[in-house]
């Protein structure tokens, strides 16, 4: 059973920066592309980026330029770094797997990590 793990958040100034991980255990890192995910209050979770196996990269439009995100195969981690922190980026950020990049653009997920939340004052 897979078993994800977020951190790094907290709160922050807008204009500032964090860095995400997301560590995974139970499966086949390197098989699987990798998700980040947001959900602030009274809104869906909403997709943020996503990275092949292969390591090609898609972003969100809100976040493009701003947000990259990246993978380590050896640690079976993802990571999210994020600069230039708006208030609306303020949510609970979660990842999740798959080998299935149609399906992490869809988010449609029974199992969720507990996510880290990110708050930018402004």
């Known amino acids: 059973q897979v078993q994800l793990v977020e951190s790094g958040g907290g709160l922050v100034q807008a204009g500032g920066s964090l860095r995400l991980s997301c560590a995974a255990s139970?499966?086949?890192?390197?098989?699987?592309?990798i998700g980040w995910y947001r959900q602030a209050p009274g809104k869906q979770r909403e997709l943020v980026a996503f990275i092949s196996r292969s390591g090609s990269r898609n972003y969100a439009d809100f976040v493009k330029g701003r947000f990259t995100i990246s993978r380590d195969n050896d640690k079976s981690t993802g990571f999210l770094q994020m600069t230039s922190l708006k208030p609306e980026d303020t949510a609970v950020y979660y990842c999740n797997v798959d080998q299935n990049p149609r399906r992490l653009r869809l988010g449609d997920y029974d199992y969720w990590g507990q996510g880290t939340q990110v708050t930018v004052s402004s």
């Open positions: 139970g499966i086949t890192f390197a098989s699987n592309a």
